[in-house]
């Protein structure tokens, strides 16, 4: 994080932060009423702090490890160009908005000899891709930034196969040959048994590397169809009869393997079908629902473009708002598809970018998209920043989820060994969606409590409620909370109320669960370990 930008950031601020406090009070008449004997306190939020470095949540950058990566994309996204630079020097550095690096790759890169796998130790010598790919993990672990990936099976569209050379070798009728431009590419049919036996060990192996929460920030599952979404399927018997079975396969495969990191996979309405356009039917809705009900997030790649995401689209996720998470990618590319965009009625690429922005705001995206290609100045990336720098901030400042106690009732004195009961009220100021119950997640994230030492402000007793249903808490629906605490075996003193939003399998050297979540408050409110400060207790 870049501290001059964030510092004069935050010097821009319009509101007034900070808490108050008052006795015995009513609240402000949403919050439930205070509890009987405790002290009323009230957070004002913090607008203005525009990376909340939480997981789901923000601008997703892009990469990819074939031939078309610059040899100097760090150094270019440390300093992008940016005429509203707010330090009024016309550079950005990308990573003070976006903290997750997404990597596309091919199987084939990944996977070119049975048993080979291009991430091992030793195998930066084997190929470029391996090299690519050490650079890109390599950096972003400089940066502090997650990585997410997406794995690509299907070569048509592409210059190069996308499926490996050894999976036709064993078996011819396990591939298909089109053509991009003049190169001949080979794909696998998804519903092949040889394809299938060596993708399921891929996944496998990809997964006991990457199935890590605190490097990968999620998988962009199945890899099948064109480009990965899910449509223009090819299959062996020449007709869609494997349709449900495939998807049902593949859906698994990566749910059974990728346990802990969360899984997306695309929704529109050609799941599976040998066609990327054309009536919806009510399979894609079916499939779809399986995808859901095995743990899988959505997301949509053509966001902005109107004949691809339509009513179906729009319908389809509006089911789900505030179920699951939602990651959008643009579709409109400036640099291959040049003003092609105009016929979607965008008069340049300030309105495109808008015409995007609306529309996955409409869908409460959890995640949007820094795109790249080779020419780096005229990459999405570049162009977010110089023809909608605006949309970049309101995304970070209104559309990631923004979550804040509004108001709290706290005991201010207390006997030691007795218990009390607390209450705090929680609104969410974005328009996405706190995933606390998502299924990778094993409910890690909770509201808990603590005891802060005065002098330090690190936990000396911690209280974790698990069952405050933060999912719960949208932009259109605040909740409120009661907490009972046991204060057996806590020592007399004086202490400070604390709250936070704890990753349970992060632990500090008491073995405390630490702050998980940032939350939208006032910094200099916060324990150098991320507590919110609330009011004294005593323990008498």
Request: charged residues 20%; contains cysteine; negative net charge.
């Amino acid at each position: 994080m870049s501290i001059n930008i964030k510092t004069i950031l935050l010097l821009s601020a319009a509101s007034i932060l900070g808490i108050s406090c008052s006795k015995d009070g009513g609240g402000d008449g949403g919050d439930g009423g205070n509890i009987e004997g405790n002290t009323s306190v009230t957070i004002v939020p913090d607008r203005e702090r525009f990376l909340l470095e939480n997981p789901l949540s923000g601008w997703v950058t892009y990469s990819g490890i074939g031939d078309g990566l610059a040899s100097n994309y760090w150094e270019v996204y440390d300093n992008l160009d940016c005429a509203e630079a707010p330090d009024g020097s016309g550079k950005v550095s990308v990573w003070d908005y976006s903290n997750v690096l997404y990597i596309k790759a091919d199987w084939a890169d990944m996977n070119p000899e049975h048993g080979v796998y291009i991430w091992e130790d030793g195998y930066q010598d084997y190929s470029d891709f391996a090299r690519r790919l050490k650079y890109l993990m390599d950096g972003a672990k400089e940066r502090g930034l997650k990585i997410a990936f997406t794995i690509n099976t299907n070569s048509e569209g592409d210059h190069d196969d996308s499926t490996p050379a050894f999976v036709r070798e064993e078996d011819p009728a396990s591939c298909y040959v089109s053509t991009t431009g003049s190169a001949q590419v080979y794909s696998g049919f998804p519903d092949n048994k040889t394809f299938q036996k060596y993708y399921e060990e891929f996944v496998k192996a990809f997964a006991e590397r990457f199935n890590d929460p605190d490097e990968v920030a999620f998988i962009s599952g199945l890899g099948l169809g064109k480009w990965g979404e899910c449509h223009s399927f090819r299959y062996s018997t020449g007709n869609e009869n494997p349709r449900y079975e495939v998807y049902d396969w593949v859906t698994s495969l990566y749910a059974h393997n990728f346990t802990d990191v969360p899984v997306v996979t695309n929704y529109h309405k050609m799941v599976g079908k040998m066609a990327d356009s054309g009536t919806p039917d009510e399979m894609s809705r079916t499939l779809l629902d399986l995808a859901v009900s095995k743990g899988f997030s959505m997301r949509h790649d053509a966001f902005g473009m109107k004949s691809y995401y339509g009513s179906w689209e729009k319908g389809f996720i509006a089911d789900y708002r505030y179920k699951v998470p939602v990651l959008g990618e643009g579709g409109w590319v400036a640099g291959s598809h040049g003003t092609s965009y105009q016929g979607d009625g965008y008069a340049n690429i300030a309105e495109l970018r808008q015409g995007e922005y609306d529309q996955m705001q409409e869908a409460c995206v959890n995640m949007m998209d820094f795109r790249y290609n080779s020419n780096m100045t005229q990459s999405e990336t570049y162009l977010w920043f110089n023809d909608a720098y605006n949309l970049v901030l309101k995304f970070l400042r209104e559309g990631v989820y923004r979550l804040y106690p509004v108001n709290l009732s706290l005991p201010a004195s207390v006997s030691s060994g007795s218990s009390v009961t607390l209450q705090s009220r929680w609104r969410n100021l974005g328009v996405a969606y706190f995933p606390a119950d998502l299924k990778q997640w094993k409910g890690k994230y909770k509201m808990a409590y603590a005891l802060l030492d005065r002098n330090t402000g690190e936990p000396v007793n911690v209280f974790v409620d698990e069952d405050a249903a933060l999912q719960n808490v949208t932009q259109n629906a605040m909740q409120t909370f009661r907490t009972s605490i046991d204060l057996s075996g806590v020592a007399p003193g004086t202490y400070t109320w604390g709250i936070a939003i704890v990753n349970k399998q992060h632990l500090d050297e008491n073995d405390n669960p630490v702050p998980g979540i940032e939350l939208s408050v006032k910094e200099e409110d916060l324990t150098d370990s991320g507590w919110l400060k609330l009011i004294d207790v005593t323990i008498n």
